[in-house]
């Protein structure tokens, strides 16, 4: 350990952009076993873990890191995976800058963080070849069934731990696929589907029940899941598009960013797309309004479908935007431009094309709640742009969730988004609620904290009842 003042940082081999541009492959490789127990040496075994406090799962990243160090990758893998259901997802896709890494003491000391990430792919991915990684032994059954609403991380998470402890789960899901945005919004260059689908394929060979193509508010009730289930946990993610507001907003030629995802993502699944005219970039100048993981997402996949030429405008600047730097480095390197300090002002076309964008440029002022610098108007500098594909990905909202709950439902925050407490529960006994639905769109290592957590405490309530029944029975 402590090699850092020997050994650079080093990340995985990534391709060279003019390869990646062509296909939806990942754009990094695996490290070999030799590089994943270097750049785990160069951790310095803090004995107050700085990465540990910046992980939501609290990882116990030192412990895993000296482990695969030495070699230890089986106990290293056993050690990763007792505080996490998916790291091999999150070592791909967390925003790890912001995460585990940006608070690594040896980033601090300017020596470059350890490659945190990286190395628990690595251990995980390790885990996957030898065979470590089997479907769930379940040592007890305990008759209790709970039905977790929602096939994103947050439900798959939950359901696992909850499989675990012996209950029958069953997963509902109004989607075709289980994984929610890890298979329908995240593009395969950051996450390859069979690295998710592996995940649900042993959840079912664990024996979770999948009820696909199955709606919350549309196919089944709130109340008839709490008659069939002992518990319910609502994982239903945020799907309401914030919507632009400038005149032409309403064109139908503007694309809201996750039907341009989902359709690429049922491409890559070999799918046709019905509406394939209107959400294929190949051959068009395609503009890409946000700057947010959703917009980078939205415009690395465009350069990959062949367009034209693709833009991304955002009111802010590079510093001081929502996304994962490390996101705009690569659509960079891919040939993305940025506009930045743009704002739309209006969308040139008609009520189904549009031609292009009107653009206000912007300044900065003073810091907003979050520390970022708020946008203003510099007043008349305007400009247009060209773009015969114009994209909206501003983020998203929780739906209405007491409709979907038919009228029913827990309480919810101002925001529309669901009220627990600390501990998961909604204002309904027996109904849980974690991921997007509870946070507003977040993370995905924040969804799977939430999902174990809710597991826990799911799995304690159902054992107080179990247990206060059993007394009743002796009285
Ligand atoms: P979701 O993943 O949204 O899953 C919810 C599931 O519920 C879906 O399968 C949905 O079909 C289902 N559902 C919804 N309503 C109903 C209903 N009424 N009945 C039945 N089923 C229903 N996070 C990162 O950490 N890194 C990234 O790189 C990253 N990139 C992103 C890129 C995009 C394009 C987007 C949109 C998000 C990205 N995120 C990223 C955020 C991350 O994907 C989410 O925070 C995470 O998926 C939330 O998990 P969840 O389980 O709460 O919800
Ligand atoms: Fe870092 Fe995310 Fe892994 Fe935590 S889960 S150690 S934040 S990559
Ligand atoms: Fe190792 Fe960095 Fe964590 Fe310290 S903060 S234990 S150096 S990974």
């Not at 440029?361 to 510099?378: C, E, K, Y």
Request: proline share 4%.
């Amino acid at each position: 350990m402590l090699r850092f003042t020997e050994l650079d940082q080093s990340y995985p081999a990534k391709r060279p952009a003019k390869e990646r541009r062509k296909d939806f492959d990942e754009i990094y490789g695996p490290f070999n076993p030799k590089a994943g127990a270097d750049q785990a040496a160069r951790c310095s075994q803090c004995g107050v873990p700085f990465c540990q406090s910046g992980c939501p799962l609290h990882n116990d990243i030192p412990d895993w890191l000296m482990l695969a160090a030495e070699g230890r990758m089986e106990e290293a893998w056993e050690r990763s995976s007792a505080t996490s259901t998916m790291p091999e997802i999150c070592g791909r896709i967390c925003p790890q800058d912001r995460l585990c890494e940006g608070s690594c003491v040896i980033e601090q000391s300017g020596h470059g963080a350890v490659t945190i990430g990286a190395v628990e792919t690595h251990i995980t991915e390790t885990a996957w070849k030898e065979g470590w990684i089997q479907p769930i032994r379940v040592k007890r059954e305990t008759g209790f069934s709970v039905g977790v609403v929602g096939a994103g991380p947050a439900g798959l998470a939950a359901a696992e731990r909850l499989r675990e402890q012996g209950h029958s789960v069953t997963i509902y899901d109004r989607h075709d696929r289980a994984g929610g945005l890890l298979i329908y919004g995240i593009p395969n260059f950051k996450l390859d589907k069979s690295v998710v689908e592996r995940r649900t394929q042993r959840l079912q060979k664990s024996g979770v029940a999948f009820q696909l193509n199955t709606e919350l508010g549309r196919d089944v009730s709130l109340e008839e899941l709490r008659e069939r289930h002992d518990a319910v946990f609502l994982a239903i993610g945020t799907y309401k598009a914030r919507a632009l507001t400038c005149p032409g907003a309403g064109s139908d030629g503007l694309i809201p960013a996750l039907d341009y995802l989902t359709a690429s993502n049922r491409r890559g699944f070999g799918e046709t797309i019905a509406d394939e005219a209107r959400l294929q970039a190949k051959g068009r100048k395609v503009v890409v309004i946000g700057g947010g993981d959703t917009a980078m997402d939205c415009v690395r996949t465009a350069i990959r479908q062949g367009a034209a030429s693709v833009t991304c405008l955002y009111r802010r600047d590079r510093e001081n935007m929502p996304g994962s730097l490390r996101e705009v480095t690569h659509a960079e390197e891919e040939g993305v431009v940025f506009e930045w300090l743009s704002a739309p002002l209006a969308l040139k076309g008609d009520a189904t094309t549009l031609s292009g964008v009107r653009v206000q440029r912007m300044g900065l002022g003073a810091p907003d709640r979050d520390g970022r610098r708020q946008p203003i108007v510099l007043e008349g500098a305007e400009t247009d742009l060209d773009g015969d594909l114009v994209i909206a990905a501003l983020g998203y909202e929780a739906e209405d969730v007491d409709a979907a709950c038919g009228g029913g439902g827990p309480v919810l925050t101002p925001r529309g988004t669901v009220r627990v407490t600390e501990r998961c529960r909604t204002s309904i006994p027996g109904v849980y609620a974690g991921g997007d639905i509870v946070r507003g769109a977040s993370l995905v290592v924040w969804a799977i904290k939430d999902g174990q957590d809710a597991a826990a405490t799911i799995h304690a309530d159902l054992m107080a009842r179990a247990e206060s029944a059993q007394t009743r029975e002796l009285e």
